[in-house]
């Protein structure tokens, strides 16, 4: 297999000529899927049957039947090795558990594959270390699909609200019902990974991605419990700002929602609300593209998810059992 360099238009340390390299300049990168749960069907595999700048290969699964089900919708092969998907692609896009995507990925990374990863990149530091570090090692690409920073309208709040100064506090609040209390579970709470770590590690991650690249890098970070998974984190950034952080699958239906504010001296600012998770999707894909094509790191990428999952970690072990 040619180097990931070569194999998306990134300049590669040797310059011997490769297959891609005669390639045809419209030859669009292969992706391949890892995962054929909810949230594959849902929304990894219509996003990457609709990209045009790509061509969906195909699906590999821990659940083969799901997996040649999900590849028969969408007219792709199913793979019964995930090696052997990653030998016939460009870009491998996760949709599996963290613990089970992070040593995936490290062998994706080492055929040479893009990553398309999902959050959190894993629950430990030394598995998501081991992904950013496989990541720079065989100098492949690498995105975090973090839904709030390639949906619209956010992903261009969060960019006019980092270009600010003067942010003071901010209060952002992530109550799902996927596990309620008092009504149906949602399509995503048979899924033994969100039973065991909660909203802190399925949400929080979100929460984050908004916080930081705003206020700054996380310096200091507290955590206590509340009823049923509630964590509420309270964090201290790079820029002198404090934020609060209320996390939980576990809300009421009617108490269930989303929301971020920031006060500073240029005032209160909301997130706003948005749509189109595939379509989100679509443009994460975009942005993993752009990387290999130019070289340049994503700031969204693996690098920013191994930074995530420590805060996590840091907050989890200072609650109780």
């Known amino acids: 297999m040619s180097s990931a360099g070569d ?4 300049p590669a340390e040797t310059t011997a000529p490769t297959a891609a390299d005669q390639a045809p300049a ?14 594959a069907t849902r929304t990894h595999a219509p996003a990457l049957a609709a990209h045009t700048g790509s061509e969906f290969a195909g699906v590999w699964g821990r659940r083969p039947e799901a997996a040649a089900e999900l590849a028969h919708q ?7 090795d995930p090696d052997e998907l990653f030998a016939d692609c460009d870009v491998v896009a996760f949709a599996l558990p963290p613990d089970v995507q992070a040593p995936l990925a490290v062998r994706a990374a080492a055929a040479g594959c893009h990553l398309l990863l999902d959050k959190p990149v894993a629950t430990t530091p030394q598995d998501a270390r081991a992904v950013a570090d496989a990541v720079a090692r065989h100098r492949v690409s690498s995105v975090v699909f973090l839904t709030l920073r390639f949906a619209e ?13 003067g942010w003071f506090t901010a209060a952002a609040h992530w109550l799902g019902a996927v596990f309620p209390p008092d009504g149906t579970p949602s399509a995503y709470a048979d899924s033994p990974w969100r039973k065991a770590k909660g909203g802190l590690w399925d949400v929080g991650p979100h929460a984050l991605s908004v916080l930081i690249p705003i206020l ?4 200091e970070v507290s955590a206590t419990r509340g009823p049923s998974d509630v964590v509420q984190l309270a964090l201290r950034h790079a820029s002198g700002a404090a934020s609060t952080a209320v996390l ?13 504010e920031l006060r500073g001296s240029e005032g209160v ?34 690098e920013f998810g191994a930074r995530l999952t420590e805060i996590l970690a840091q907050a989890e072990a200072q609650l109780p059992d």
């Open 153 to 165: 309208p956010t992903a261009g709040w969060v960019e006019e609200q980092a270009a600010r100064t």
């Open 7 to 10: 194999r998306a238009g990134v």
């Open 269 to 302: 600012h909301e997130l706003p609300g948005w749509s189109d998770v595939p379509g989100a999707y679509g443009r994460a894909l975009d942005a993993l593209l752009t990387a290999a094509r130019t070289g340049v790191p994503d700031p969204r990428g693996a």
């Open 74 to 80: 969408h007219g792709v092969k199913v793979y019964e």
């Open 248 to 260: 939980s699958l576990g809300a009421p239906q009617a108490a269930a929602g989303v929301g971020l």
């Open 216 to 219: 700054g890098d996380v310096t």
């Open 26 to 39: 419209d030859t669009r990168p292969r992706v391949g899927l890892l995962g054929t749960g909810p949230w």
